[in-house]
């Protein structure tokens, strides 16, 4: 079994190549299961600038072979997470890449500018957010829109690596990669969230209190797959793949098709400590 599992992203070092996805993990009820320093990186729930409230509940629905969700992106906004989830992790020795969001690309890149004067290692933005200036179309389906986004990020983020989360609910994935990359993405992530929706019999409505939500878990494993081994051979960049990854060997698959390190998402909701098994898991395939 190999000693040193260590990978480096864009010049950071993580320890293993296994992190936490952003959303299914916070300190104060993971950091129960587990040191957060023995996974390669712990990634946080989307920050925006201010407090965004979130969506009514129910958020989230059961599905074959995973689960919907609809948070909302539900966050206590900028100060709070430096002051508190940021703090939290560093003094316990984390690397920690703190994933961004907003409503608009000023948005993005003011939350990134405050980020970079931190000890936050890596930033990832999450670009399904819609655009409130731009009649609402998500920043990471259309190649223009989430390359301005990124240039302006690039701009403020003072030499801080960007990590560009894509979205799945494209026709082309490798179209937004390569747009990102060319304006300065350092690395990417895939895959966010596919589009979803459950109704439910007796109530002929939807399930969930928003309408439609994001399908993860297992079901999303070779979309996400597939999206990792198209992107490699559209970028070079470094890519964390992530999507329905419930073991070692799941993990090792998103390797082989071209990820240099992978996170675990909903794995975690069904077993908080699973990002750590997976890791003792995936030792035994490298
Ligand atoms: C409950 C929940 C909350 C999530 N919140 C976020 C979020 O705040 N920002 C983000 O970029 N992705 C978010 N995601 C997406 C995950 O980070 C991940 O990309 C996706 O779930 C696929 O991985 P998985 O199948 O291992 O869960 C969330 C996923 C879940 C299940």
Redesign the pocket.
Known sequence: MVKDTSVNICGVRLKNPILC????YNFRESGLYYDPAALGCI?T??VSLLPWDGNDAPK?AEAYG??L?A?G?E?RGLDAYIKTELKMLKAAGATVMA?V?GRTAEEYAEVAGALAATDVDLL?L?I?CPNVKDSGIAFGTDPKTAAGLVAGVKKASGGKPVIV?LTPNVTDITEIARAVVDAGADGL?L???LKGMRIDLRTKQPVLKAGGG?L???A??PV?VRMVYETRRAVSVPIIG????MTGADAYELMLAGAVAV?????A?IDPAAPLRILEELKVFL
């Not at 996805?21 to 299914?24: E, V």
């Not at 992530?242 to 990854?245: I, P």
């Open positions: 996805a952003s959303g299914t990634t729930k989307s989230i995973g689960m969700n948070i992106l966050n994933n969001v990832e999450n399904s989360k992530s895959i966010n969230t994001g993860s878990g297992p999303i494993h996400a992530m999507g329905g990854v996170a675990v998402g909903t794995a909701l």
